[in-house]
């Protein structure tokens, strides 16, 4: 069976479960036995939509109660305000997910899926994150099965990358 290594490395700046103190690990470039298929490096500066969607809304557009599952208070956006790339301290380019209070004290955010664009069955994967603290802040990162819009969560399975709360 052919080993196979997905990585993308993604600077989000929206919640803690590393303080700014601790050493930043520098990820290896490969590994032994594995082939890179795919990666996102943000290098373009762009969130391309070859590889990336936003899922929008409250959760009520897709059947759930609004506030998703977890009573989230944000509305997710396609909002360049929301999700933009820019350059790290050390000039790398990093996608930056960021929660906005609106007028009347609601919240926007943005969620980034790759449903639709990017599957994978057996892997690796590695991510590189940068976050922040903040109270109330929920960041997670989640893989569900590509066939979640015909047998639904939980039938369609999840595995938990991170998630901080």
């Known amino acids: 069976m052919k080993r196979v290594l997905i990585y993308g490395f993604i600077l989000f700046s929206i919640a803690a479960c590393k303080s700014d103190d601790e050493d930043i690990i520098t990820p290896p470039t490969g590994y032994e036995g594995y082939t890179l298929v795919w990666s996102h490096e943000f290098d373009d500066n762009s969130i391309s939509n070859l590889n990336w969607t936003y899922e929008l809304g409250d ?8 506030g998703l599952v977890n ?12 999700a933009f790339i820019e350059k790290d301290a050390d000039e790398v380019s990093a996608l930056v997910i960021a929660a906005n209070e609106e007028a009347g004290g609601s919240f926007s955010s943005a969620k980034l899926i790759t449903q639709g664009l990017q599957t994978f069955r057996y892997g690796r994967i590695e991510a590189r994150m940068k976050l922040t603290t903040g109270q109330g802040m929920w960041p997670t990162i989640w893989m569900l099965g590509d ?15 991170m998630e901080c709360h």
């Open 71 to 82: 009573e989230e208070k944000q509305l997710y956006t396609n909002d360049a305000a929301n």
């Open 59 to 66: 959760g009520a557009n897709y059947g759930l109660p609004p």
């Open 147 to 161: 066939n979640i819009t015909h047998v639904h969560w939980p039938g369609c399975g999840e595995v938990d990358i």
